[in-house]
């Protein structure tokens, strides 16, 4: 069963920068498709951005669009988020998730099992 961890969240002031990691166990990372996704204060869950298993191919929410940049390393079976020029709004839970099948699909973000995520807040 695929696992999952993320970490690296923090609260940072508005314009500041944070990368948040999420590892990635129970099955080869590489046959993955990855992306993050996150959860504001009383709001669903949201895409946020996704990269295809061998990293050649990314694409971004417009929310987060040149400001956030996705990333993995295959051999630490790792995806990453770089998060700049940060806002308020960006405050929220950040979760990461896998499709091996699908890399259209992981837009939708219809997964049953995910991790426990990582805060990020960002202060005005």
């Known amino acids: 069963q695929v696992q999952l961890a993320e970490s690296g969240g923090g609260s940072v002031q508005a314009g500041g920068s944070l990368k948040l990691s999420c590892e990635f166990s129970?099955?080869?990372?590489?046959?993955?498709?990855m992306g993050w996704y996150r959860q504001p204060p009383g709001k669903e869950r949201e895409f946020v951005a996704a990269?295809?298993?061998?990293?050649?191919?990314?694409y971004y929410a417009d929310s987060v669009r040149f400001r956030f940049f996705i990333s993995r390393d295959n051999a630490k079976n790792t995806v990453y988020l770089q998060m700049n020029s940060l806002k308020p709004e960006d405050t929220a839970v950040y979760y990461c998730?896998?499709?091996?099948?699908?890399?259209?699909?992981?837009?939708?973000?219809?997964?049953?099992?995910w991790g426990q995520g990582t805060q990020v807040t960002v202060s005005s």
């Open positions: 998730n896998g499709d091996q099948t699908s890399y259209d699909a992981l837009e939708r973000g219809e997964y049953a099992y």
């Open positions: 129970g099955r080869t990372f590489s046959n993955y498709h």
């Open positions: 990269i295809s298993s061998a990293g050649g191919s990314k």
